[in-house]
């Protein structure tokens, strides 16, 4: 294919969430040529959801339909499986079972389709677009409401047998520690390194100690983003809540760089908005953690790609890959 062959080519990109749908016309670039968006939540079967995505997204494409060739449909959605293009168990969509989502889009758009989890998509994304560009071996953990990955080793993405792999929210950091609000699960990294987490460790927190300004804010407005802004007025107590999540973060790091000594880890998410008093805790303890073989060896890096599109250029990239 030439480079004006390329420059010709575009890709639809969906981030499906729980409550929103995001998607945009992608080029090669990285320029996302046209968006929208729906409301996931809206759509109880998941054949009326795909009328709707085409319904929205057929004129876009035909506005630029004279100047541009359709490649396909990348998909990031919550427990999407890369192999068999499906959505499987997903708790937080309104279509239960297992959605054979990929074959359902193909058919209506006419053109193939690739999906994988949100994680997985904002890693090739970056790989594709951002900080990540010229790295095969690197892992990209999204800090948002939960905490997702995406590990790419030698270049690819690691999906495992079964299409799941890279789910290093879910490794308990902590034994016996803080119980998941979801799975159950004890001790897990989301349960302390999420936006979630944070809103956790911060009522606990400012309970103990009744200066903070955390306590000037009802209950249900303590978040990520009220800790930041009174860590950036100097209060003790929320600085703390970041370093007691950063130390938890930086020791999950530890055990992730030496089972795949990653050149880089990049951070991505709302969570990242806390900037060095997340980071800094985080990368004194994944040195600290570290054998001396792996130190001083692997970048930690905030994601370059802009919050809002992120995820459609995510999504867009795996029409892309291995091409």
Request: hydrophobic share 40%; charged share 20%.
């Amino acid at each position: 294919m030439s480079l004006i062959d390329l420059s010709k080519q575009i890709a639809i990109g969906i981030d499906i969430g729980g409550t929103n749908t995001k998607f945009g016309l992608v080029n090669h670039r990285g320029e996302i040529l046209a968006k929208g968006s729906i409301k996931t939540e809206e759509y109880k079967q998941v054949e009326d959801f795909i009328d709707a995505l085409y319904v929205n997204i057929k004129p876009l494409i035909e506005d630029v339909s004279e100047n541009t060739t359709l490649d396909g449909i990348g998909v990031g959605a919550p427990n999407a499986n890369y192999f068999k293009g499906t959505i499987e168990l997903a708790p937080n969509l309104p279509w239960k079972g297992v959605v054979p989502f990929a074959e359902l889009m193909q058919k209506k758009f006419g053109v193939p389709c690739r999906m994988t989890n949100d994680a997985n998509a904002a890693a090739l994304g970056e790989m594709m677009f951002g900080a990540a560009r010229g790295m095969k071996d690197f892992i990209m953990i999204t800090l948002g409401t939960g905490v997702g990955s995406g590990i790419i080793s030698g270049g690819n993405l690691i999906y495992g047998h079964d299409g799941f792999a890279g789910e290093l929210g879910h490794t308990i950091v902590k034994p016996g520690g803080r119980k998941h609000w979801s799975t159950g699960s004890e001790g897990s990294l989301e349960a302390y390194a999420s936006a979630t987490g944070i809103a956790i460790t911060a009522k606990k927190f400012r309970a103990e100690f009744p200066d903070s300004m955390l306590n000037q804010y009802p209950e249900e407005n303590i978040n990520s983003k009220t800790v930041f802004e009174c860590a950036e007025k100097g209060d003790a107590t929320a600085i703390e809540v970041f370093r007691y999540t950063g130390q938890k973060l930086g020791e999950a790091l530890a055990n992730f760089v030496m089972f795949s000594s990653p050149e880089a880890i990049l951070l991505f998410g709302g969570v990242i908005k806390a900037g060095d008093f997340l980071l800094k805790p985080a990368k004194l303890h994944m040195e600290r953690n570290l054998l001396p073989i792996f130190r001083s060896k692997v970048k930690l890096v905030f994601s370059e790609l802009d919050e809002a599109d992120a995820a459609i250029l995510g999504a867009s990239a795996l029409v892309w890959e291995n091409k």
